[in-house]
């Protein structure tokens, strides 16, 4: 997810991950102007509407204040036929952070 139209600059983090800030892959957005909980889904497929590979993939997080570089955070989880439920310790100002991994029914 990105929300950051006219502060994406500063997110110095995710330019080095994307190459530059490209977000066809990411879910975009208006600049967010309060803090607080934000969630994000991800059906398992590629920007061409692909079921990707099962393995390990990172979700990252980051955000910029007074423009400037600001807190970043990357989580790893695990994309299988098997559940994947976590809850990490907060990190950088990210708290009560719970990934979830649910493999699609057949």
């Known amino acids: 997810m990105v929300n950051a139209a006219e502060r994406k600059q500063y997110l110095t983090n995710w330019y080095k991950a994307t190459s530059t800030g490209n977000s066809v ?13 934000r969630n994000c889904t991800w059906n398992g497929k ?3 509407g692909n079921i990707v590979n099962d393995g390990t993939y990172k979700v990252c997080m980051e955000f910029t204040e007074n ?29 009560n952070i719970s990934l979830k991994w649910a493999p699609a029914v057949k």
């Open 25 to 37: 892959d990411a879910l975009t957005g208006a600049t967010i102007n309060t803090h607080g909980a």
């Open 67 to 95: 423009n400037g570089t600001g807190k970043f955070a990357s989580f790893t989880f695990t994309k299988s036929t098997v559940a994947d439920d976590q809850a990490p310790g907060a990190k950088n100002n990210f708290s």
């Open 46 to 48: 590629d920007a061409s």
